[in-house]
């Protein structure tokens, strides 16, 4: 990778462990390469450049659904998964078709920060629910759905990131899952699981997804392959009950445009049915797996005791909780003037001024060489050096 | 082309004058293939398979700039264009970020009905105002903006087709434009210009865009490479004043997914920096109007002398106006079962049911051999044989 290409705020003077993005070594490999060739000489070619099938690419779909139903222990099937143009056109199609301006949406507090951005620009409130080290407070919740339910405010949807979340790392525990579902049932909710990061399990498999949980109902589940493959194909999907499916075919979008991305969805059927991404996601484990191991060392070394933070089973982030009167914008600015770029937590809070003493760090972007250089310095400036 | 490839509703006993699509054989062309491999090949693949550049593609966005420029006599900078996912990308994005539920946008009479679609899903009021020969009129659209105005009702936007407009062929004059873009002006109303169809000019030279005639200003041009290179790329652009571009990369879906499309809007770039759109241009200029000659001459034998028709100058659509007691839904499901498919027209009004003797024709999918054959068999239909 050559300067030019590195992301906006990256130099080579910089370290990142702010970006949430695959470090780019790993895109373009030689067998997405032969996947794209092999896309282009083939018949297929003239078809994945016309305007594709409304409910996305049949090759992709029906590797997906075989892989959702043997990873998943789930029966769906073709008519329950459609593609997308990556994970934010699942959201923005969710917020778009299931919400009207002033409903409530729910979601983790913190959570993703530009999810959060999506669904502002469709006007609807955002209610945050405090999490703790199984996911969201099924109590909080369940409160904060009585109060909305008392003052006939709509919630039509509860958005959450199961597995190793964005940013806290944090995976929601099975029970909590069945406890959330039994509250989503109860209030006529339905639960938005975004599932980007469930590919990268470095240790134990994840728990059932809501999806499973729920028997395939009450539940939309969305993947991509932009974590995992590569995020410049945006290519997603959501898996889900057939009646949503149909809804998401039959928008306005979707009749407009066709199916989302079609050669690029072809270019990953194609990798995936040579079973390239499994392969990759093997070798992508260890690579990440291998950062988050140097990291939490760092982060042990470094910080001060009064600091904590999460410990990520995958997926690409930790989460620092400062002590009380320590703001963590302040440290994030003095922290890039010494060249090693973090995100502070406030902005994943639908109350940012409620929450100053956050960071969230990735371990997905920097190499390996560089994480414990970044952290002992991040570690100067918690403790004011 | 297999027949497995051919979109739904089409089949090789079939002839349809119905789709608005590209004909397959002109896509994925030689030049197009070696521009994929180019990217594919170059140090540039790592980048356009990672997170793009929020605006989008740079060197798409400086073709385009250039291009733009010198086609139509303005002088914007690299702020003045945002690379979308298609046109399609380009409408929802302009309905989301430019109007709420109960605002009313204005269209032709009739009008695209996709975009009716995406403007309905977004909640708005659409008000539709009657078309001449050189486009919407303007003293109806007048009268319509005081009334909206008296009843207190916003008017974000004018959306409207002002090249080979689908589905009636027109290109709205000059004069009609400037006499537009002053009641825009005093209304405060925003122009959304979806030119799609205008490097398809068969004749002259298109007239001065709305962009052009407003100098930048009060005008959204939205472009797209679905009908001259390929729609499976889900390629397009909007070309407006900087502080409008500026939102779009601002909004919620840009900043969760980054720029639209990287990697197809790299192979886009590839391809038009070579040369090889113009090229192209030139050769599918003559396909089209090769078979808009035999389209017009096939009506001109064939229909009972009661129906009229449209002239198109470029595109891909002729409007049919059938004689009042004739329903254009019944001549299309008997011409269908004749194995001719085509459009009927109430679909494109905003008030269906006031509109029932129109058709929608296209020269763009079927074969040339094919086009006497398929308005021979429908003006048997039309005179009820």
Redesign the interface.
């Known amino acids: 990778?050559?300067t030019?290409?590195l992301?906006?705020g990256v130099n080579a003077q910089t370290i990142s462990l702010r970006l949430g993005?695959?470090d780019?070594?790993t895109?373009?490999t030689p067998s997405?390469?032969e996947a794209?060739?092999r896309v282009?000489a083939s018949?297929?070619?003239?078809?994945?450049?016309?305007?594709?099938?409304e409910q996305g690419s049949v090759d992709l779909i029906a590797y997906l659904v075989e892989r959702i139903n043997r990873e998943q222990h789930l029966s769906l099937g073709a008519e329950n998964v459609t593609i997308t143009?990556?994970?934010?056109?699942a959201?923005?199609m969710i917020a778009?078709?299931y919400t009207?301006?002033g409903d409530a949406v729910i979601v983790e507090a913190p959570t993703y920060v530009?999810?959060?951005?999506?669904?502002?620009?469709?006007?609807v409130r955002l209610y945050g629910v405090p999490m703790d080290s199984e996911g969201i407070r099924s109590t909080e919740l369940e409160s904060l759905l009585k109060q909305l339910a008392s003052e006939g405010i709509n919630v039509p949807l509860l958005y959450t990131i199961p597995n190793f979340h964005n940013p806290t790392g944090i995976t929601t525990s099975e029970q909590r899952r069945k406890a959330i579902i039994e509250l989503a049932r109860q209030y006529g909710v339905l639960i938005v699981e975004d599932d980007v990061y469930r590919d990268l399990a470095f240790e134990a498999a994840v728990p059932p997804s809501y999806l499973a949980l729920a028997g395939g109902e009450h539940a939309m589940q969305i993947g991509s392959v932009?974590k995992t493959i590569?995020?410049?194909?945006?290519v997603g999907w959501i898996a889900t009950a057939a009646e949503h499916v149909q809804r998401f075919v039959d928008?306005?979008?979707t009749?407009?445009?066709?199916g989302?991305?079609?050669?690029?969805a072809q270019f990953v059927a194609e990798y995936c049915k040579a079973g390239s991404w499994d392969a990759h996601l093997e070798d992508i484990r260890h690579l990440y797996s291998t950062r988050r191991d140097a990291l939490l060392d760092a982060l042990s070394r470094y910080m001060p005791p009064e600091v904590t933070w999460t410990q990520p089973l995958g997926g690409f982030f930790v989460w620092l909780t400062l002590p009380e009167g320590l703001n963590g914008a302040a440290i994030k600015r003095a922290a890039a003037e010494r060249g090693v770029l973090v995100a502070s937590g406030e902005g994943f809070f639908t109350q940012p001024q409620a929450h100053p003493n956050h960071l969230r760090l990735t371990y997905s972007f920097a190499a390996l060489e560089d994480i414990g250089k970044a952290v002992r310095i991040l570690g100067e400036v918690v403790r004011g050096n």
């Open positions: 990778m050559t030019s290409t992301p906006q993005h695959p780019p070594a895109l373009g997405f390469q794209v060739r282009m018949p297929q070619a003239a078809h994945a450049l016309a305007y594709g099938n143009a990556g994970s934010t056109n959201t923005d778009r078709l009207q301006p530009d999810s959060l951005h999506v669904f502002r620009d469709h006007g932009s590569a995020p410049g194909l945006r928008c306005g979008t009749q407009m445009g066709g989302a991305n079609p050669l690029a």
